[in-house]
Protein backbone atom coordinates (compact mmCIF):
# COMPACT_ATOMS: atom_id res chain seq x y z
CA UNK A 1 0.00 0.00 0.00
CA UNK A 2 1.30 3.39 -1.04
CA UNK A 3 0.72 5.71 1.99
CA UNK A 4 2.86 8.74 0.40
CA UNK A 5 -0.30 10.73 -0.98
CA UNK A 6 -2.28 10.18 3.03
CA UNK A 7 0.65 11.37 4.43
CA UNK A 8 1.73 13.91 2.47
CA UNK A 9 -2.19 15.58 2.61
CA UNK A 10 -1.98 15.14 6.32
CA UNK A 11 1.86 16.76 6.80
CA UNK A 12 0.44 20.03 4.19
CA UNK A 13 -2.69 20.50 6.43
CA UNK A 14 -1.41 20.36 9.78
CA UNK A 15 1.39 23.01 8.47
CA UNK A 16 -1.02 25.01 7.03
CA UNK A 17 -3.26 24.83 10.89
CA UNK A 18 0.37 25.36 12.28
CA UNK A 19 0.52 28.67 10.30
CA UNK A 20 -2.63 29.90 10.89
CA UNK A 21 -2.50 29.06 14.91
CA UNK A 22 -5.42 26.78 16.41
CA UNK A 23 -6.82 30.18 18.22
CA UNK A 24 -7.87 31.54 14.96
CA UNK A 25 -8.87 28.39 13.04
CA UNK A 26 -12.54 30.13 13.41
CA UNK A 27 -11.79 33.20 11.05
CA UNK A 28 -10.90 30.39 8.24
CA UNK A 29 -14.29 28.19 8.41
CA UNK A 30 -16.48 30.05 6.17
CA UNK A 31 -19.83 28.18 4.52
CA UNK A 32 -20.53 30.34 1.77
CA UNK A 33 -16.76 30.38 0.70
CA UNK A 34 -16.56 26.87 0.70
CA UNK A 35 -19.88 26.64 -1.42
CA UNK A 36 -18.53 29.04 -4.01
CA UNK A 37 -15.18 26.59 -4.40
CA UNK A 38 -15.60 23.40 -3.47
CA UNK A 39 -19.27 23.40 -4.65
CA UNK A 40 -18.36 25.16 -8.14
CA UNK A 41 -15.46 22.71 -8.79
CA UNK A 42 -17.21 19.86 -8.62
CA UNK A 43 -19.93 21.43 -10.59
CA UNK A 44 -17.49 22.37 -13.28
CA UNK A 45 -15.75 18.77 -13.47
CA UNK A 46 -19.26 17.26 -13.28
CA UNK A 47 -20.06 19.96 -16.53
CA UNK A 48 -16.63 18.61 -18.23
CA UNK A 49 -16.68 15.19 -17.84
CA UNK A 50 -18.65 11.97 -19.32
CA UNK A 51 -20.87 10.01 -16.49
CA UNK A 52 -18.18 6.36 -17.43
CA UNK A 53 -15.38 8.81 -16.06
CA UNK A 54 -17.20 9.87 -12.56
CA UNK A 55 -18.02 6.51 -11.86
CA UNK A 56 -14.74 5.36 -12.19
CA UNK A 57 -13.68 7.92 -9.07
CA UNK A 58 -13.71 5.39 -6.60
CA UNK A 59 -10.95 3.38 -8.94
CA UNK A 60 -8.61 5.83 -8.82
CA UNK A 61 -8.57 6.02 -5.64
CA UNK A 62 -7.49 2.68 -5.42
CA UNK A 63 -5.13 2.86 -7.74
CA UNK A 64 -3.80 5.89 -5.98
CA UNK A 65 -3.83 3.89 -2.59
CA UNK A 66 -2.80 0.42 -3.57
CA UNK A 67 1.19 0.82 -4.29
CA UNK A 68 3.46 -0.39 -6.76
CA UNK A 69 1.37 -3.03 -8.64
CA UNK A 70 3.68 -4.30 -11.55
CA UNK A 71 7.12 -5.98 -10.96
CA UNK A 72 9.67 -5.96 -13.60
CA UNK A 73 11.98 -8.15 -12.82
CA UNK A 74 9.65 -10.34 -11.69
CA UNK A 75 8.05 -10.56 -15.50
CA UNK A 76 10.93 -9.99 -17.00
CA UNK A 77 12.09 -13.82 -15.41
CA UNK A 78 9.00 -14.97 -16.87
CA UNK A 79 9.45 -13.68 -20.09
CA UNK A 80 13.53 -15.31 -20.62
CA UNK A 81 11.68 -18.74 -18.95
CA UNK A 82 9.17 -18.65 -21.91
CA UNK A 83 11.95 -17.79 -24.32
CA UNK A 84 14.17 -20.94 -23.27
CA UNK A 85 10.77 -22.94 -23.68
CA UNK A 86 10.04 -21.76 -26.95
CA UNK A 87 13.67 -22.15 -28.17
CA UNK A 88 13.63 -26.22 -26.93
CA UNK A 89 10.40 -26.93 -27.36
CA UNK A 90 8.69 -25.03 -30.12
CA UNK A 91 5.82 -21.91 -29.33
CA UNK A 92 3.05 -24.02 -28.69
CA UNK A 93 4.92 -25.44 -25.59
CA UNK A 94 3.76 -21.75 -24.20
CA UNK A 95 0.18 -22.73 -24.25
CA UNK A 96 0.03 -24.64 -21.14
CA UNK A 97 2.30 -21.58 -19.84
CA UNK A 98 0.03 -19.08 -21.16
CA UNK A 99 -2.47 -20.63 -18.90
CA UNK A 100 -0.63 -19.87 -15.75
CA UNK A 101 -0.80 -16.52 -16.26
CA UNK A 102 -3.04 -14.23 -14.58
CA UNK A 103 -2.57 -11.05 -16.20
CA UNK A 104 -5.10 -10.28 -19.19
CA UNK A 105 -2.55 -8.50 -20.88
CA UNK A 106 0.53 -10.71 -20.43
CA UNK A 107 -1.87 -13.82 -21.07
CA UNK A 108 -3.25 -12.55 -24.00
CA UNK A 109 0.36 -11.41 -25.46
CA UNK A 110 1.41 -14.94 -25.37
CA UNK A 111 -1.63 -16.60 -26.37
CA UNK A 112 -1.17 -14.60 -30.13
CA UNK A 113 2.10 -15.75 -30.33
CA UNK A 114 1.01 -19.25 -29.79
CA UNK A 115 -1.91 -18.80 -32.45
CA UNK A 116 1.28 -18.12 -35.20
CA UNK A 117 -0.25 -15.02 -35.77
CA UNK A 118 2.04 -12.44 -37.89
CA UNK A 119 4.59 -10.66 -35.72
CA UNK A 120 3.49 -7.06 -37.32
CA UNK A 121 -0.43 -7.91 -36.18
CA UNK A 122 0.83 -9.17 -33.30
CA UNK A 123 2.72 -5.68 -32.28
CA UNK A 124 -0.17 -3.77 -34.36
CA UNK A 125 -2.82 -5.63 -31.81
CA UNK A 126 -0.88 -4.91 -28.64
CA UNK A 127 0.19 -1.60 -29.31
CA UNK A 128 -3.58 -0.61 -29.77
CA UNK A 129 -4.59 -2.07 -26.37
CA UNK A 130 -1.78 -0.22 -24.92
CA UNK A 131 -3.05 3.25 -26.88
CA UNK A 132 -6.58 2.67 -25.58
CA UNK A 133 -4.88 1.99 -22.12
CA UNK A 134 -3.53 5.44 -21.85
CA UNK A 135 -6.30 7.11 -23.34
CA UNK A 136 -8.79 6.01 -20.42
CA UNK A 137 -5.72 6.66 -17.98
CA UNK A 138 -5.28 10.68 -19.79
CA UNK A 139 -8.74 11.12 -19.51
CA UNK A 140 -8.83 9.98 -15.38
CA UNK A 141 -5.49 11.94 -14.70
CA UNK A 142 -6.96 14.86 -17.00
CA UNK A 143 -10.16 15.09 -13.83
CA UNK A 144 -8.04 15.80 -11.04
CA UNK A 145 -5.77 17.92 -13.54
CA UNK A 146 -9.38 20.51 -14.23
CA UNK A 147 -10.08 20.21 -10.99
CA UNK A 148 -6.40 21.90 -9.75
CA UNK A 149 -7.62 24.46 -12.13
CA UNK A 150 -11.08 24.98 -11.65
CA UNK A 151 -10.54 25.29 -8.11
CA UNK A 152 -8.26 28.47 -8.00
CA UNK A 153 -10.76 29.67 -10.62
CA UNK A 154 -13.67 29.49 -8.34
CA UNK A 155 -11.80 31.05 -5.58
CA UNK A 156 -11.17 34.30 -7.90
CA UNK A 157 -14.86 33.65 -8.14
CA UNK A 158 -15.73 34.21 -4.78
CA UNK A 159 -13.48 36.66 -4.68
CA UNK A 160 -15.09 38.84 -6.63
CA UNK A 161 -18.49 37.92 -5.09
CA UNK A 162 -16.91 39.07 -1.76
CA UNK A 163 -15.55 42.57 -3.27
CA UNK A 164 -18.92 43.24 -5.05
CA UNK A 165 -21.32 42.62 -1.93
CA UNK A 166 -18.35 44.79 -0.03
CA UNK A 167 -18.96 47.83 -2.21
CA UNK A 168 -22.74 47.11 -2.45
CA UNK A 169 -22.30 47.58 1.20
CA UNK A 170 -20.44 50.49 1.57
CA UNK A 171 -21.96 53.49 2.73
CA UNK A 172 -20.44 56.50 0.57
CA UNK A 173 -22.38 59.18 2.32
CA UNK A 174 -20.61 58.40 5.61
CA UNK A 175 -23.20 57.49 7.62
CA UNK A 176 -21.42 54.31 8.57
CA UNK A 177 -24.62 52.28 7.51
CA UNK A 178 -22.74 49.55 5.52
CA UNK A 179 -19.42 48.94 8.17
CA UNK A 180 -21.75 46.09 9.51
CA UNK A 181 -20.90 43.95 6.60
CA UNK A 182 -17.63 44.96 5.61
CA UNK A 183 -15.40 42.70 7.19
CA UNK A 184 -17.69 39.08 6.46
CA UNK A 185 -17.60 40.75 2.95
CA UNK A 186 -14.25 41.19 2.88
CA UNK A 187 -13.76 37.60 4.78
CA UNK A 188 -15.26 36.04 1.85
CA UNK A 189 -13.30 37.52 -0.50
CA UNK A 190 -10.04 36.24 0.57
CA UNK A 191 -10.78 33.03 2.03
CA UNK A 192 -12.22 31.73 -1.29
CA UNK A 193 -8.59 32.55 -3.15
CA UNK A 194 -7.14 30.65 0.08
CA UNK A 195 -9.71 27.52 -0.61
CA UNK A 196 -9.03 27.38 -4.05
CA UNK A 197 -5.10 27.28 -3.46
CA UNK A 198 -5.32 24.90 -0.84
CA UNK A 199 -7.39 22.67 -3.11
CA UNK A 200 -5.80 22.79 -6.06
CA UNK A 201 -2.05 22.30 -4.87
CA UNK A 202 -3.04 19.97 -1.73
CA UNK A 203 -5.18 17.43 -3.38
CA UNK A 204 -6.22 18.04 -6.99
CA UNK A 205 -2.63 18.25 -8.50
CA UNK A 206 -0.87 15.56 -6.06
CA UNK A 207 -3.72 12.99 -7.14
CA UNK A 208 -3.18 13.58 -10.94
CA UNK A 209 0.31 13.54 -10.14
CA UNK A 210 0.30 10.50 -8.63
CA UNK A 211 -2.08 8.73 -11.30
CA UNK A 212 0.21 10.07 -14.02
CA UNK A 213 3.30 7.80 -11.91
CA UNK A 214 1.10 4.65 -12.21
CA UNK A 215 0.84 5.30 -15.69
CA UNK A 216 4.15 5.24 -16.45
CA UNK A 217 4.70 2.15 -13.94
CA UNK A 218 1.90 0.34 -16.40
CA UNK A 219 2.91 1.28 -19.61
CA UNK A 220 6.76 0.11 -19.06
CA UNK A 221 5.25 -2.89 -17.97
CA UNK A 222 3.36 -3.26 -20.75
CA UNK A 223 5.94 -2.01 -23.22
CA UNK A 224 8.22 -4.96 -21.36
CA UNK A 225 5.58 -7.55 -22.61
CA UNK A 226 5.30 -6.54 -25.87
CA UNK A 227 9.44 -6.34 -26.50
CA UNK A 228 9.31 -9.46 -24.60
CA UNK A 229 6.92 -11.88 -26.54
CA UNK A 230 7.80 -10.49 -30.10
CA UNK A 231 11.35 -11.46 -29.46
CA UNK A 232 10.16 -14.90 -28.21
CA UNK A 233 8.30 -15.53 -31.21
CA UNK A 234 11.46 -13.99 -33.04
CA UNK A 235 13.78 -16.87 -31.81
CA UNK A 236 16.09 -14.42 -29.80
CA UNK A 237 18.69 -15.84 -27.39
CA UNK A 238 17.43 -15.27 -23.62
CA UNK A 239 20.70 -14.12 -22.21
CA UNK A 240 20.89 -11.14 -24.65
CA UNK A 241 16.79 -11.00 -24.35
CA UNK A 242 16.86 -10.84 -20.05
CA UNK A 243 19.86 -8.15 -20.46
CA UNK A 244 17.19 -5.86 -23.36
CA UNK A 245 14.49 -5.96 -21.16
CA UNK A 246 15.79 -4.75 -17.70
CA UNK A 247 17.39 -1.85 -19.39
CA UNK A 248 13.77 -0.03 -18.25
CA UNK A 249 14.82 -1.03 -14.69
CA UNK A 250 17.59 1.69 -12.79
CA UNK A 251 21.24 0.70 -13.41
CA UNK A 252 21.63 0.04 -9.74
CA UNK A 253 19.30 -2.62 -9.93
CA UNK A 254 19.73 -3.81 -13.33
CA UNK A 255 23.76 -5.10 -12.43
CA UNK A 256 21.68 -7.08 -9.61
CA UNK A 257 19.48 -8.60 -11.25
CA UNK A 258 21.89 -9.62 -14.09
CA UNK A 259 23.97 -11.07 -11.41
CA UNK A 260 21.56 -13.23 -10.42
CA UNK A 261 20.44 -14.52 -13.54
CA UNK A 262 20.91 -18.16 -14.33
CA UNK A 263 23.79 -18.88 -15.42
CA UNK A 264 21.99 -21.37 -18.17
CA UNK A 265 19.92 -18.26 -19.20
CA UNK A 266 21.38 -18.41 -22.46
CA UNK A 267 21.66 -22.31 -22.76
CA UNK A 268 19.38 -22.45 -25.94
CA UNK A 269 21.97 -21.07 -28.01
CA UNK A 270 23.16 -24.53 -29.30
CA UNK A 271 19.47 -25.04 -30.49
Known sequence: MDLTTIIGWILGIVLIINGITVGKLGNFADGPSVLIVVGGTLAAIIASFPLSTLLDIPKHFTILFRGKKYDIPKVVDQIVDMAMVARQNGLLALEEKAEEIKDPFFKRSIVLIVDANDPDKVRTILETEIDSML???DQAASLYEKGSAYAPAFGMVGTLVGLINMLKGMDLSGSGGGASTLGQDMSVALITTFYGSALSNLFFHPIAKKLRIRQSEELLYCSTIVEGVMAIQAGENPQYLREH????VKQSK???????APAGGGGGDAK
Open 254 to 260: QKKLLAK
Open 135 to 137: DRH
Open 245 to 248: LLAG
